[in-house]
């Protein structure tokens, strides 16, 4: 499977983006998937998470309550609310194999996609 994630771009703080990760070969269907990010001089971190089913989600403590991860079969979203500054970076979705429908894993990702640049200005 190809991921090509979408929708960054320059904000101000207090605004909202919504990100896609779409598959350009084969289905998200077999998968976990998750959306990580990384800025500059720090490790990347898992964002949000979100079980094959959909059913079940996690999230980093820095975002709970502002942005909400969902998935189709082909499509995943990350919606960010209320963005801050420190929520700037590189944004990557990812799959997670092996996945069990129920569980939102936060560990155990492969096939990384291209990130998309998120700023959020002050």
């Known amino acids: 499977v190809q991921l090509q994630a979408s929708g960054g771009g320059l904000v101000q703080a207090g605004d909202s983006l919504r990100l896609s990760c779409a598959a350009s070969?084969?289905?998200?269907?077999?998968?976990?998937m998750g959306w990580f990010r990384q800025a500059p001089g720090k490790e990347r971190e898992l964002v949000a998470a979100v079980s094959r089913s959909g059913g079940s989600t996690s999230y980093a403590d820095s975002v709970q309550g502002r942005f909400t991860i969902s998935r189709t079969k082909n499509t995943v979203y990350l919606q960010m609310n209320s963005l801050k500054p420190e929520d700037t970076a590189l944004y990557y979705c990812?799959?997670?194999?092996?996945?069990?429908?129920?569980?939102?894993?936060?560990?155990?990702?492969?096939?990384w996609g291209q990130g998309t640049l998120v700023t959020v200005s002050s």
């Open positions: 990812a799959v997670r194999p092996n996945a069990i429908a129920s569980a939102a894993y936060r560990d155990g990702y492969t096939f």
């Open positions: 070969k084969g289905t998200f269907a077999p998968y976990g």
